[in-house]
């Protein structure tokens, strides 16, 4: 099994910054992509990046592309998400999740693993 915990969260102002960090433990030799995604109250989880094992292949939402950054520490078992210019609709909870089949995918029903998420709150 693996397990995931998500950390960095918290409450910033518009404008600002946060990096979110996903911890693998367990069988992390079974992990292949790593991906964020997130859910705001009353809407439904969606897709925010993913990177794939070697850190080669990412992948982005277009509400995120080119303020945020997935990246990943293979010898950590970590993987991050730097959050720029963050926005009031960036405001959601953000979880990281994982899969053991190598293909990056943007559903996350085809994630094998996740984590337990990061409240993530951009004020006005």
């Known amino acids: 099994q693996v397990q995931l915990v998500e950390s960095g969260g918290g409450l910033v102002q518009a404008g600002g910054s946060l990096r979110l960090s996903c911890a693998a433990s367990?069988?992390?030799?079974?992990?292949?992509?790593m991906a964020w995604f997130r859910q705001a109250p009353g809407k439904e989880r969606e897709f925010v990046a993913a990177i794939s094992r070697s850190g080669g292949s990412t992948d982005y939402a277009v509400s995120v592309k080119g303020r945020f950054t997935i990246s990943r520490d293979n010898a950590k078992s970590t993987a991050y998400l730097q959050m720029n210019s963050l926005q009031p609709e960036d405001t959601a909870v953000y979880y990281c999740?994982?899969?053991?089949?190598?293909?990056?995918?943007?559903?996350?029903?085809?994630?094998?693993?996740w984590g337990q998420g990061t409240q993530v709150t951009v004020s006005s």
């Open positions: 367990g069988r992390t030799f079974s992990i292949n992509p």
């Open positions: 999740a994982a899969r053991a089949g190598i293909t990056i995918y943007t559903k996350g029903g085809l994630y094998d693993y």
